[in-house]
Structure formats: C-alpha cells, structure tokens
Nanobody, 119 residues
Framework: QLQLVESGGGLVQPGGSLRLSCAAS????????IAWFRQAPGKEREGVSC????????NYADSVKDRFTISRDNAKNTVYLQMNSLKPEDTAVYYC????????????WGQGTQVTVSS
C-alpha cells in the first residue's frame, strides 16, 4: 500500500518546539518533492513548506519563515519539519504531501497529525 504517514504532533506551550516526520511506505521519496500543508479549524488549507527531490531547494510560507526548517533523509525515506518558537496560530492539522515538484500536482497525501500550541 502506497502511503505517507505523519508523526510527531502533539500539545506544546507557546515558544516550544516540535519535530514532525513524514515517512513513505510502499514507494521511494527520492522521486518526489515533499510539501507540508496545514489546516486550522474554519480555515482553508495552506502551504507551509516544500523541499525539492534532492533537498537542495526549500521554500517557506512567510508566517513560518525563520522558525520552521524542512529537511529530508532519503536513505530513511523520511522528511522532517522542525518547528521552533511555536505560536498559538500554528495550531492546525499538519499534512505532508508528495508532488513531483514543489509547484506540482500532489500525488500522495498523508492522513495528518494534530499540532496544538496552547498554555
């Protein structure tokens, strides 16, 4: 079965950190860029970050720039999103996705992991 599985979400206080992981099962991530999206209650899904197939190119939404870092370990078939200095407005369900290119159509979606930032 071809799927992406996110992990690492949870409850954290403002200013804290979390690291999300996105692992592929049944296929190799090397052929895909990997993007992170998030959706908060009552809001539209938004793109957070994306990393190219090789890892040599990354991009970030302005709202997370300088706080979040995306990386990939193709040997482990896993992509990470390190989230620092978390704010309550970062609360959302976070999804990883596999498009062929960062601006391309998403071939696979994960099921999502909840991130809640609250004191």
């Amino acid at each position: 079965q071809l799927q992406l599985v996110e992990s690492g979400g949870g409850l954290v206080q403002p200013g804290g950190s979390l690291r999300l992981s996105c692992a592929a099962s049944g296929f190799t991530l090397d052929y895909y860029a990997i993007a992170w999206f998030r959706q908060a209650p009552g809001k539209e899904r938004e793109g957070v970050s994306c990393i190219s197939k090789s890892g040599g190119s990354t991009n970030y939404a302005d709202s997370v720039k300088d706080r979040f870092t995306i990386s990939r370990d193709n040997a482990k078939n896993t992509v990470y999103l390190q989230m620092n200095s978390l704010k309550p407005e970062d609360t959302a369900v976070y999804y990883c996705a596999a498009p062929l290119y960062c601006s391309g159509y998403v071939e696979y979606w994960g099921q999502g992991t909840q991130v809640t930032v609250s004191s």
